[in-house]
């Protein structure tokens, strides 16, 4: 399925890249101001958007209007405006600290930031405080924090269900406070980005999809489930490549929460990360290409010394064709079937030397930050 762009806000970082997701393009919504869009961003107060839906009559109706307006009232405090000299984009309060969580691709190469908060005119002023590109997640600081900063609820992601109401929340298209409601579509994806200034095509397991809108300027945003705690960030929002690249509806992705406040965490405490979470061989290797110049793999440069490979015996040359069950043919491809295995897990690589096709039983280890 093909997916679409990355959301960011006000002036449109490269935020239409194309990102594929079994046959679905997915671009990071970082965006700009839409050059059709007759709305203000310096609106105030929260746009709800309950794409088009009528509520149900009778008392639920009622009762789920008012769950929804509860939900807006405690979390959309918690969530910035973020402008960069590239663009803008969304965040989300971690801390009476004055720390941010947002997307890596919303910073990109930035150092210093302005922050909007969602009740007040004003902008702060911010400062990186580490990014760690692999998994699209960054965090900044306030240079002042203000009284009575909001830090937002981290929800279970283990409790996250195919079917939950949710509501994005972030700055579309520069529209700062907007929120967008939908349910959780799915759990589990593997996505990977495109490539961008901003963005080095991290891939990303475990993922949240929701039919919540997410568009250009809501990356590091919310996903907000009704008990008002954060299940996700919004990071990619899809593209249908059958309709020019046009946004592909009700389909965008979030990181878990998990994932999110384990790397928060870290880049606060170390400013760097030290326990990924994410699966790695221990090799340093790049696609193989046949004698027709196809790609059929990934070839191993080298290995991490008593690292997992190592350890397994693959050495510089050996060319994986298959990771457990998955087929491989290009460096894209191993890095996605490792995103979505766990480290310590052992899985059966299947490579070529001097060719012969040969399998290696290895227990992955850890991707370092």
């Given at each position: 399925?093909p997916?679409?762009?990355r959301?960011?806000?006000p002036?449109?970082?490269?935020?239409?890249?194309?990102?594929?997701?079994?046959?679905?393009l997915?671009?990071?919504c970082?965006?700009?101001?839409?050059?059709s869009?007759?709305?203000?961003?310096s609106?105030?107060?929260?746009?709800?958007?309950?794409?088009?839906?009528?509520?149900?009559?009778?008392?639920?109706?009622?009762?789920?209007?008012?769950?929804?307006q509860?939900?807006?009232?405690?979390?959309?405090?918690?969530?910035?405006?973020?402008?960069?000299?590239?663009?803008?984009?969304?965040?989300?309060?971690?801390?009476?600290?004055?720390?941010?969580?947002?997307?890596?691709?919303?910073?990109?190469?930035?150092?210093?930031?302005?922050v909007?908060?969602?009740?007040?005119?004003?902008?702060?002023?911010?400062?990186?405080?580490?990014?760690?590109?692999?998994?699209?997640?960054?965090?900044?600081?306030?240079?002042?924090?203000?009284?009575?900063?909001?830090?937002?609820?981290?929800?279970?992601?283990?409790?996250?269900?195919?079917?939950?109401i949710?509501?994005?929340?972030?700055?579309?298209?520069g529209?700062?406070s907007?929120?967008?409601?939908?349910?959780?579509s799915?759990?589990?994806?593997?996505?990977?980005?495109?490539?961008?200034?901003?963005s080095?095509?991290?891939?990303?397991?475990n993922?949240?999809?929701?039919?919540a809108?997410?568009?250009?300027?809501?990356?590091?945003?919310?996903?907000?489930?009704?008990?008002?705690?954060?299940?996700?960030?919004?990071t990619?929002?899809?593209v249908?490549?059958?309709?020019n690249?046009?946004?592909?509806?009700?389909?965008?992705?979030?990181?878990?929460?998990?994932?999110?406040?384990?790397?928060?965490?870290?880049?606060?405490?170390?400013?760097k990360?030290?326990?990924?979470?994410?699966?790695?061989?221990?090799?340093?290797?790049?696609?193989y290409?046949?004698?027709?110049?196809?790609?059929?793999?990934?070839v191993?440069?080298?290995?991490?010394?008593?690292?997992?490979?190592?350890?397994a015996?693959?050495?510089?040359?050996?060319?994986?064709?298959?990771?457990?069950?998955?087929?491989?043919?290009?460096?894209?491809g191993?890095?996605?079937?490792?995103?979505?295995?766990?480290?310590?897990?052992?899985?059966t690589v299947?490579?070529?030397?001097?060719?012969?096709?040969?399998?290696a039983?290895?227990?992955l280890?850890?991707?370092?930050?």
């Open positions: 399925m997916a679409g762009p959301p960011t806000g002036r449109l970082l490269p935020a239409a890249t194309a990102l594929a997701l079994a046959g679905l997915v671009n990071g970082t965006g700009g101001t839409s050059s869009s007759t709305a203000s961003s609106s105030a107060g929260p746009s709800a958007s309950p794409s088009g839906s009528t509520l149900p009559s009778g008392n639920g109706g009622v009762q789920l209007q008012e769950d929804y509860k939900v807006i009232s405690n979390v959309l405090p918690s969530v910035v405006q973020i402008t960069t000299p590239n663009g803008l984009g969304s965040g989300i309060v971690y801390d009476t600290e004055g720390n941010i969580v947002t997307n890596a691709h919303v910073v990109g190469a930035a150092q210093t930031f302005s909007s908060l969602a009740n007040s005119s004003r902008s702060l002023a911010a400062t990186l405080v580490a990014s760690y590109p692999d998994s699209d997640l960054a965090v900044i600081r306030l240079s002042s924090p203000p009284a009575g900063l909001r830090p937002a609820a981290f929800g279970d992601s283990s409790k996250v269900e195919v079917g939950q949710t509501l994005a929340m972030g700055s579309p298209l529209l700062s907007s929120v967008t409601q939908g349910i959780v799915a759990i589990g994806r593997t996505v990977t980005e495109p490539r961008s200034p901003d080095q095509g991290a891939t990303i397991g993922m949240v999809q929701t039919s809108a997410i568009n250009p300027g809501n990356s590091g945003g919310a996903l907000v489930n009704l008990n008002s705690q954060v299940i996700g960030i919004n990619l929002a899809a249908d490549q059958e309709a690249g046009s946004a592909a509806p009700g389909i965008g992705f979030a990181i878990p929460a998990a994932t999110v406040t384990s790397i928060a965490d870290q880049l606060i405490k170390e400013g990360v030290t326990n990924s979470g994410r699966a790695a061989l221990g090799i340093t290797a790049r696609t290409f046949n004698a027709d110049f196809r790609p059929a793999g990934a191993v440069v080298g290995t991490t010394a008593g690292g997992p490979a190592a350890a015996g693959l050495q510089a040359g050996d060319v994986i064709t298959k990771l457990g069950d998955t087929d491989v043919t290009s460096l894209g191993l890095t996605t079937a490792l995103a979505s295995l766990q480290p310590g897990s052992k899985v299947t490579y070529v030397r001097d060719g012969r096709s040969m399998t039983d290895v227990t280890g850890t991707l370092e930050g």
